[in-house]
Structures are given as C-alpha cells and as structure tokens.
C-alpha cells in the first residue's frame, strides 16, 4: 500500500506540472497508461456474458438499451453498449474498496453546442461506491461518486472532459483539489482545467485510481480531476444510461489493499452477500425463490403486507413507502422505510412465497437473490 500511495501522489504531481505546464506533451512517461504498482492482478469486466459481472439496478439489464457486442481489438473482450432511453443504471455483482479501474468510452452522437440538435447530446457515467439499493422514486442511489462521461459540451457547472463529484445530496463527501477548477452551483464537483477528451467517435482511455477516499480521475494519459476525503470508500458500480447512445470497452480492474480500519461510515450499505437482481414489473404475480432472497418494493399509498406477500404467514398491517422482505438462513424479516416491523422469525415448514403486484401502484421492484457461482 505504502508503495502504491508514493507511485500516485508522484503521478498526481506530475500530472499537475504537465496540465499547467506544457499542455502540449505527451503523458508523463510518454504511454499510455503510465507504470502500475508489481505483481497486480486485473480483473476483466467486459468479457464473457455481461450477466457474469453486472446485474439489474433502477433497469432492467435485459433492457433493449443495453447490449453487448465483440470487441475486434480485444480477444474475448465485449463493447457495452447503452442506448438512448429513459434514466437508468446496471450494477456490479461485486463490491469494491481500493482499486484501479481502467476503461474505453467513447460518444456516438455530437454535443448540441456543435450543431445546435439537443437530441444527439450524450450523458453517462460511471458511478463508484454506492449500495445495492436506488432512491424511491430515482434512478439514483443515495451515495457514491460519478466519473462523468458526458458530451454536452461545457458549462459553468459542468464540462465533458473528465468531471468527478459526489452523488447530489447523499451522505457522501468530496473536497476537490484547489488545482482543480470547483464548480460553484453542484456541491462537491471537481472539473479539469484543461481539455483532453477525444473527439466524438473516437475512444477515450480512463484510468480511475479510488485508495482510501482519495479518487483521481485521469483522461486520456493526464490528470483530469480528483476528489479527496471522498465517502462513502467501499460499494458497488454502475454504468449509467442517460441521453445519447454511448459504447464501453477494455474495463479491468486491480484491488489493492483495503484499509483494516476501514470506518462503517465510509461503507455503502452492502447485500448480505453476492447477489443478482431482477428489475420487475408491476402486473402480475410473481413466485419468491426457496432459501435466501430480499424483495424490495416501493408502495405508493398503502395495502396490507398479507396482500402485499402471500405464503409467508406475515400480518394483515397496512404498509406502505419502501417494503423489504428477506429471508436468510430460514428467518423471514420485514422493514419499512428503513424500520424493522417484523424481527427474524422462522419461515413456517414448505413456505411457498408470493409477490403480488396485480394490484396498487408500485415505484422500483427488485428481487435479489444469491448468484450460483462459488
């Protein structure tokens, strides 16, 4: 670790001296990407069947926005692609602290400031340490930092060339670094103060460096941007679909060594274990799994939790806003809005579990269960 956090404040130093300095060199050691920690371990997240190492958030991954095709440069690699479409983000099955996350990105479509046609404007992002679970109501999460990803030119709170910044009001905090420009209207936003991203169509090559709430966002071989102080430290990503078509390639990732005194505030609420998540409908009835799953829908009004999940011998109390119901290891437990209503109690012998969503108005419905791979 000691070696690592002397490698990235020297790559950070540099990286400021060549932004402010000779804007028109190459990156610090001249290639792309610059050197790495001995003996690290990458992890590759776009290859083999995209439901191997992502699953359903606030959308369906099976969602016609999303799709997957291969990558020409890279054996066995895929291109993700995220079409244009209602908000919505696909997670990590995996929870991640200290890392190195490398990834291509490129934009379809032209920025609005170019040819003056909002509909080509492209909007994505990635978004790091963030729990499992959307806000009622929102794509979003309650935490976590985003990486911008985003063609709509640039503005006085935002640019496209490498922003990063913490979740709008979640528990999360980010100081940027004074080097960095500050937006003065987006809370805790670190923007570059000189442009590197690739022209539309093209590929831009990311490097994200997040080690003990320290994040640094390098584009295309320079230091674009960086947070510091950054919590939560510890919680899944997502990629995000917002406005215009836009493509991923070549994402691997390196854990590094997390932090034994790791605080539980700096933790994103995490599933009990690792899990898949089914985006549901509102429509019809649907069958809960044997053994551990938790189902979590959002009630608009109230109906009776009995009516709500049948088979389960839970009460006739009315029930409404966010309801959690989750079995592990042969208990069955109920919250609502974050309150435990019904303690861990045993399910009865041969419970067979419905979800009933025929009936009412519903927000997010998500099903989660254990992924089979040991």
Not at 91 to 103: H, Q
Not at 110 to 138: D, Q, R, V, W
Not at 304 to 333: F, I, M, N, Y
Request: charged content about 20%; overall charge negative; proline content about 10%.
């Amino acid at each position: 670790m000691h070696l690592f956090l002397s490698f990235s404040l020297r790559a950070a130093a540099a990286a400021f001296l060549l932004i402010n300095h000779s804007p028109a060199a190459g990156p610090v050691d001249g290639s792309f990407p610059p050197p790495l920690p001995p003996e690290g371990k990458w992890d590759l997240l776009l290859t083999g069947p995209l439901e191997s190492q992502w699953t359903s958030m606030s959308m369906s991954i099976q969602s016609p926005l999303i799709s997957v095709k291969l990558d020409p440069e890279q054996p066995g690699g895929q291109i993700l692609h995220i079409g244009r479409g209602p908000t919505g983000l696909i997670r990590s099955l995996k929870a991640y602290e200290n890392f190195i996350l490398e990834y291509e990105f490129r934009h379809l479509t032209e920025a609005p400031s170019a040819n003056g046609t909002p509909e080509t404007s492209g909007n994505s992002g990635l978004i790091i340490a963030h729990s499992a679970f959307p806000k009622p109501g929102g794509p979003y999460p309650n935490e976590g930092h985003e990486i911008q990803v985003c063609n709509l030119g640039n503005g006085s709170w935002y640019t496209s060339h490498g922003d990063t910044f913490t979740m709008p009001g979640s528990t999360s905090e980010g100081i940027p670094d004074p080097r960095f420009a500050i937006s003065h209207d987006c809370g805790h936003r670190s923007m570059p103060i000189a442009f590197r991203g690739s022209k539309t169509g093209e590929w831009n090559r990311v490097r994200i460096t997040s080690v003990d709430g320290v994040i640094q966002n390098e584009v295309n071989g320079f230091l674009a941007s960086a947070l510091y102080r950054a919590s939560p430290r510890k919680g899944y990503m997502s990629f995000e679909s917002e406005g215009a078509p836009v493509e991923f390639r070549k994402m691997r990732l390196q854990e590094l060594t997390p932090d034994p005194d790791l605080a539980a505030r700096h933790v994103a609420p995490l599933l009990p274990e690792e899990m898949t998540t089914d985006y549901l409908s509102p429509g019809k009835a649907v069958t809960l799994p044997q053994g551990n799953f938790i189902a979590m829908v959002d009630v608009t009004g109230t109906m009776p939790l009995s009516t709500l999940v049948s088979g389960l011998g839970l009460p006739d109390r009315a029930v409404g806003g966010r309801v959690l119901v989750q079995s592990r290891e042969g208990k069955l437990s109920v919250t609502e809005a974050g309150k435990e209503i019904r303690p861990g109690q045993p399910l009865p012998a041969d419970a067979a579990g419905i979800l009933h969503l025929e009936t009412g108005k519903f927000g997010h419905i998500l099903l989660f269960r254990p992924t089979l791979r040991k």
